[in-house]
């Protein structure tokens, strides 16, 4: 610049920042977004459905949150190796992208689960109604080399604001109805009910008793003899393990 402020000469550098951008583009994607699938992850989802149920709250509508896992898919792993599971993964998921839409979103959650939620249902019969066609289109046939694969799924839905009010409310509920559904018949569905939560704290305190009783050598072997009614001979015995709790 001159006395009068006036520019004499302009000075500058210019670099090409096109790998740069493309880097940090895929470091953006890889954050959000399963590298197998293609769906969003658990983070992408996260956020999303923070946005859904403020919107829900705000709007008073109610949001689905619907837990979806794969039946016998480690058998698939086990006997056909992980590239079939993979094929299976992503065929999978091409179908629940179908689902992609304003009122609903789907990620892969992890490992065979995936998640997804639909917003402002007018009924549960709708709701019912999204997940048949979801299942519809899983249990679609497909073949993997020499082999035809029948794909089912399981899963388990929470609602919110009723069951839930966050991700880790709902997805607890949602958890405990999918459990209820595989310890039935599978390839089904279930909503939450609140006597899960009841049965399965009764069931986990159980469980836990008879660990801690084992350590505490808790459990007694009997043997209770058999009787021949009519002759009053011992035809043999009965083992019986007796729990001697402490307190029930």
């Not at 954050?31 to 996260?46: E, K, Q, V, W």
């Not at 949001?63 to 190796?81: E, H, Q, R, S, W």
């Amino acid at each position: 610049f001159d006395k009068k402020g006036k520019a004499l000469r302009v000075a500058g550098s210019m670099s090409d920042i096109t790998e740069q951008k493309h880097a940090r583009e895929q470091v953006e994607y890889m954050a959000y977004y399963d590298s197998l699938t293609n769906l969003p992850n658990r983070f992408l989802f996260d956020a999303k459905l923070k946005e859904c149920l403020v919107r829900g709250r705000e709007e008073q509508q109610p949001v689905a949150f619907i837990l979806i896992d794969l039946d016998n898919f480690k058998t698939v792993n086990d006997m056909y190796g992980h590239h079939a599971g993979d094929i299976l993964l992503k065929n999978i998921s091409e179908c629940l992208l179908q689902f992609l839409s304003e009122k609903s979103f789907v990620c892969r959650f992890g490992g065979d689960e995936f998640i997804l939620f639909l917003y402002g249902y007018s009924s549960r019969q709708e709701v019912e109604e999204f997940i048949r066609a979801i299942r519809s289109c899983i249990e679609r046939p497909i073949q993997i080399k020499s082999q035809l694969f029948h794909p089912t799924a399981s899963m388990g839905i929470a609602l919110f604001p009723s069951d839930g009010e966050d991700f880790d409310e709902l997805l607890q509920c949602a958890d405990l109805a999918l459990y209820k559904v595989k310890g039935e018949k599978k390839a089904s569905f279930r909503f939450f009910e609140v006597d899960m939560r009841k049965n399965f704290i009764e069931k986990l305190e159980v469980e836990n008793g008879i660990k801690r009783g084992l350590k505490h050598n808790e459990f007694r072997l009997f043997f209770q003899p058999q009787v021949d009614l009519k002759t009053g001979e011992v035809k043999g015995v009965e083992a019986l393990l007796r729990w001697e709790h402490p307190e029930r």
